[in-house]
């Protein structure tokens, strides 16, 4: 239950980073070693608090990547803005062994449950892919069946997020449909131009609302308003759709 | 007792000394909800006030736009750490709603368009500490920041300004609304930092 996962008083805890890796040439993810992490559900996320050294702070939260397999370390995966203060930190200065405070897991609504039976479609625009992926892994983790589609808008395909794994578990995941939608470049065998995602995409691509799927969007603000409102206008259930919009750090 | 991040801290943001703690400055204006934006026509649009006894004080946009109103200038704190400072909105103090409403009832539950709950103390709400605004920086609010109207608590983290507010329900105790349900404070003070349970 969400609300015994969170209705604890949530502490800081000191994770050491254990390992990093590209995702693209701006985004990175972390894993994070945290003593006595009380797990988490897909799609919640964790408070970052950072301290220099003349005890300035600063506090951001970040999208959990890796579903919970009962122990082991945690992933969160960090788009790089070129004006942020905390994010370059986390994907340009941060090293194996280093230490950062956390605290979390945050968020009872924007999430899966791996016990929930209804087809899932999910909207991801740009680094929004993060708790979706979240999501697609706490299935494969449970060896779920439920119909999962993913639709992935981005810029190009280098700023795809875990573009390899997607189409791995497009192939081997069964039940799970990924398309990308690129918007600013497509790869050179790509059948269409670039273009934003669009009606006629998210009814091709999703499911019917006849279907009753739980829909999960998250990206910027702008994404998410119109992908929300094309799927209003198709005829989903206004409460089925959960929204999760980014803003910068 | 906190750890040093190492090599943190040359890119800091300016961090104003009337910044509650954890949060920084944001130059946009974020927008955060947890579905879809609903957009209410302004001739279905009402607000209703239902006190503990079931006594209903209802008003329509053309009453509502019809009350005295105030232009406010307040800073804003939402949980997810972004602050802006000095906004600008135009409405009506809640005070001046609750001239002719008679309730003992010690807490408010705020409702909107769309199902969004969120719980407020009453004296939270009155002396002038909380407003339904209907305008932002000269303009209608937008639909995406909770236009038509959305209640403005600027002394609590930003959720508990309910977007898209078409009522109150009076209350005698103490109810979680929709955020505080999911594990995020019952009161939401920001300069305690009252982010989660037990903060």
């Not at chain 1, 019917?208 to 702008?222: E, I």
Request: net charge negative; proline share 8%.
């Amino acid at each position: 239950m969400a609300r015994a996962a969170v209705s604890r008083r949530l502490t800081w805890r000191v994770a050491t980073v254990v390992a990093a890796r590209w995702e693209t040439p701006s985004a990175r993810t972390l894993v994070l070693d945290i003593p006595e992490w009380p797990g988490h559900l897909a799609g919640q996320h964790l408070d970052i608090r950072l301290t220099a050294e003349d005890g300035y702070q600063a506090q951001r939260s970040y999208s959990i990547a890796s579903a919970w397999p009962g122990d082991g370390p945690v992933e969160i995966s960090v788009q790089r803005l070129e004006d942020g203060e905390v994010s370059p930190y986390l994907t340009d200065v941060v090293e194996p062994g280093d230490q950062i405070e956390v605290r979390g897991p945050v968020g009872g609504w924007f999430v899966w449950r791996d016990t929930a039976t209804a087809p899932v479609l999910l909207l991801a625009g740009g680094s929004g892919v993060v708790p979706l992926m979240a999501m697609i892994r706490a299935r494969s983790l449970a060896g779920g069946r439920q119909p999962f589609r993913l639709i992935y808008s981005v810029r190009t395909p280098e700023d795809a997020l875990y573009a390899e794994e997607l189409r791995r578990r497009g192939r081997e995941d069964s039940g799970l449909d990924v398309r990308f939608v690129w918007t600013r470049k497509a790869p050179d065998d790509w059948p269409h131009p670039p273009k934003r995602i669009d009606v006629a995409t998210v009814n091709t691509y999703g499911w019917p609302p006849d279907f009753q799927p739980d829909c999960f969007v998250c990206g910027p603000t702008t994404f998410v308003e119109t992908a929300a409102d094309m799927l209003v206008a198709l005829g989903h259930d206004p409460k089925r759709i959960r929204t999760e919009r980014f803003g910068g750090a | 007792m906190s750890i040093i991040s190492r090599g943190f801290g040359g890119r800091r943001r300016e961090s104003p000394p009337d910044l509650p703690p954890g949060q920084y400055l944001a130059h946009d204006f974020p927008v955060l909800s947890a579905g879809p934006t609903p957009r209410i026509p302004l001739d279905r649009w009402h607000f209703t006030i239902v006190t503990e006894t079931g006594e209903k004080h209802t008003w329509d946009w053309k009453q509502f736009t019809a009350l005295p109103a105030e232009e406010i200038t307040v800073d804003i704190h939402c949980v997810t750490k972004w602050s802006k400072l000095g906004t600008t909105w135009k409405g009506v103090a809640i005070d001046t709603l609750f001239e002719e409403v008679e309730s003992a009832a010690d807490y408010v539950m705020a409702h909107s368009y769309g199902g969004y709950t969120t719980n407020v103390p009453l004296e939270d709400l009155l002396d002038g500490k909380a407003w339904i605004a209907y305008e932002y920086d000269g303009e209608p609010l937008h639909p995406e920041h909770g236009g038509p109207a959305r209640l403005l608590i600027p002394h609590l983290y930003f959720w508990k300004s309910a977007k898209w507010v078409d009522g109150f329900r009076m209350m005698h105790e103490d109810e979680p609304g929709f955020w505080e349900d999911a594990g995020y404070h019952m009161y939401g003070d920001p300069w305690r930092e009252q982010r989660y349970h037990g903060d």
